[in-house]
């Protein structure tokens, strides 16, 4: 029974993905994915969504579609075995796709996604930026999370540690940050100068990738009421 939903899962993931021509040790090996977890992430899942996202930069870049999504899929085999046989899960991943015959560029596509070996083929670079990106996103793994809930607190802070701030929310996964001030005591050039000073700060105290827009709110409101 166990080895018939193993079996399933390996066969569903080649299903969803196109691919026809795989060995069934293969398949075998790749069904047992579904059992693994890496940072709370399933390896199986993670392996799918990796094989969509090099598809799809395979096709945007002009490189061999079917060798970028073979080897992102494939790019985890080892761990089917590693808890078993002793190596790195690259190392015999190597093995396992060489011994089944899989073709020489799948395996660089796959063998470089740690960096272990070095990229001998555009394939090899595609698999890894999709590894980065699937395992990267924001609720993918554990810890993701917990950097991802921590980055935005850290941003907040900073802004909130500014005097004249009302509030603060970090937005857009952390890559804004919309900060409310007290109209009657920040004027228009001092909302410009804080901007630019909390910019400042986020860059000498926080690690990001790419550029955080620090947005800064002077907002009026005239109210009153008709009797």
Sequence with gaps: EVTKKIMEAGEA?????????LPKEVIMLLGRLAFRTSYGQNVLVHSIEMA??????AKELGANVEVAKKGALLHDIG??????????????GRK??????????????????????????PESFIV???????????GARRDTVENYVKRLTNLENIANSFSGVERSYAISAGREIRIFVHPEKI???????????MARKIESELKYPGEIKVNVIRETRAVEYAK
């Design 13 to 21: 993931a080649l299903y969803e993905m196109g691919i026809l021509d």
């Design 52 to 57: 969509h996202i090099a598809g799809m930069m």
């Design 79 to 92: 761990k089917a075995v590693d808890h078993e046989i002793e190596g790195t899960h690259i190392e015999l």
């Design 96 to 121: 396992i796709l060489k011994k089944y015959g899989i073709d020489e560029m799948i395996i660089r596509a796959m063998e470089s996604h740690h960096e272990d070996y070095p990229f001998a083929t």
């Design 128 to 138: 890894t930026a999709a590894d980065a990106i699937s395992a990267g996103r924001p």
């Design 187 to 197: 004027d228009d050039l001092r909302a410009f100068q804080l901007a630019k000073e």
